[in-house]
């Protein structure tokens, strides 16, 4: 039993808690260009009417003759809301057995999370630079995951969802090379810089709402269970074409590979047992490695006339490498056979891969104007159904799905625009509506209780619930600049 209460203490999904900040699969974002949001960023690697096609495609600076730059920021504005049934149950050890044995029940009791998933605003910036006619460099600067979601502290279930999030940066320098105006291939490394926190606690005012004190008669103290920080640089690379079809069709692919950042930082805690017989950690070194998968873009540009465009988009993200989250506490090593903290295993993610279609036109009133409109149909990344071997263990129903990635199949409703000041100058507006439908979640958590109650004891809790509303509007706006 101890085994499985340190299995799940770090409780729910860590660092990979989070579609919830972004609204795209998994954690993915796609937001790297105002443009892009307002064609649902169909073609976003194909188009090239900014810089900021760097950040899809290095090959992408092969279409500008001159030193073109394009800077933006997008503002998230997600709402996650959830609902459902919650019930305690404080366990013991029979002595005899080593087997479970329930001392005191309460529940269910009904608890609402609304609005529960942060704000964010995601920066872009890219630098064309043509060298000669065969040769140009590039230089993109975005973000292609993150997350932030943040539930109230007398939230029933913090210990299962708090805070959780995280922050990567992009910095992607590049070359290109064209052939005869037609073709065009590109190569970029990137470097990633990668920052997450997550936090867990329990409860604030547990027992004055649920009537679950402790032997003594007080009240269960709002305990940190776990607070983890850690960052980590890793490096990847992206490989990119460009086929110049006619003059009024283009085709772009572009492949980016995987990045396994290995977070290293501190965990503190009030309420895991230590290795020292004791309760609780303190700045204890921990590493985490974050599988994050490789994409597969494919764009069509066709312009039909002086007037109509239209862009198709498709892409590929192999979520299938994100199976779980495991956890390393080097000065936590308890002499025992598997180690509980080494690895700890905390969560089981199986996350499959998924495409994400897309399709925009745009129409071109006059010169000075671009008027955008789009629709993406982005398939999320978490399985549907129960997580058989957690169902077996816990022996309730546990989905795979989670309160912390509540994520879903989800649609886009976009439009935008450019308006062009002259050929140096022009400004980019975007615009986009998102929505999942609802899904079931059911989970659970352990927390031991040792200290508190007595030795061999846990608190476990279940919920039985799930999203009852999904969605996001955002809206960016970005410069461009040809020298």
Known sequence: MKKKLLRRAVLAAAISTASSGTMAAGFYLQETNPAGLGRAFAAENTIGDNAAILNRNPAGSALFDRISLSAGVTYVNPEIDAAGDIDFTV????????????????????????????????????????????????????TDYGLETDFEPDWLVTHIA????????????????????????????????????????????????????????????????LDLDGDDWDVGWTLGALWQINENSRFGISYHSELDPKLEGDVNSQALPNNMGGVGLRNASANLTLDLPDTLELGFYHRFNSQWGLALGAM????????????????????????????????????????????????????????????????????????????????????????????????????????????????????????????????????????????????????????????????????????
């Open 91 to 142: 366990v013991g050890t029979n002595p005899i057995t080593g087997q479970p044995v329930p001392l005191a029940q309460v529940g269910p009791f009904r608890d609402t999370a609304n609005d529960y998933a942060s704000d964010a605003f995601v920066p872009d910036f890219a630098l064309a630079v043509p060298f000669d006619d065969c040769w140009s460099f590039g230089l993109g600067m975005f």
């Open 316 to 483: 590929w993200t192999d979520w299938d490498d994100f199976e779980r989250l495991e956890g390393f506490i080097p000065s936590q090593k308890f002499g025992v056979d598997p180690e509980p903290y080494n690895p700890l295993l905390i969560k089981e993610e199986n996350f499959e891969s998924g495409m994400r279609y897309s399709v925009a036109g745009e129409y071109y009133p006059c010169e000075e104007v671009t008027l955008r409109i789009g629709y993406a149909y982005d398939e999320g990344a978490a399985r549907d159904g129960l997580f058989d071997e957690e169902t077996a263990s816990f022996g309730r129903p546990i989905t795979w799905r989670t309160l912390s990635i509540p994520d879903t199949d989800r649609q886009w409703v976009t439009f935008g625009g450019t308006y062009k000041f002259s050929d140096e100058l022009s400004v980019d507006g975007g615009f986009a509506y998102l929505w999942g439908d609802d899904e079931t979640i059911q989970e659970g958590s352990v927390i031991p209780t040792d200290s508190l109650v007595g030795p061999g004891t846990a608190l476990v809790t279940y919920f039985d619930g799930g999203t009852t509303n999904i969605e996001a509007w955002l809206a960016g706006v970005s410069v461009n600049y040809n020298f």
């Open 162 to 225: 708090d805070k959780t999030e995280l922050l990567t940066v992009n910095i992607a320098p590049s070359v290109a090379y064209n052939f005869n105006d037609q073709f065009s291939i590109g190569l970029a490394v990137n470097f990633m810089y990668a920052d997450a926190t997550l936090k867990t606690k329990v409860p604030r005012n547990l027992s004055e709402q649920t009537g679950l004190f402790l032997p003594d008669g007080s009240g269960i103290p709002e305990l940190s269970i």
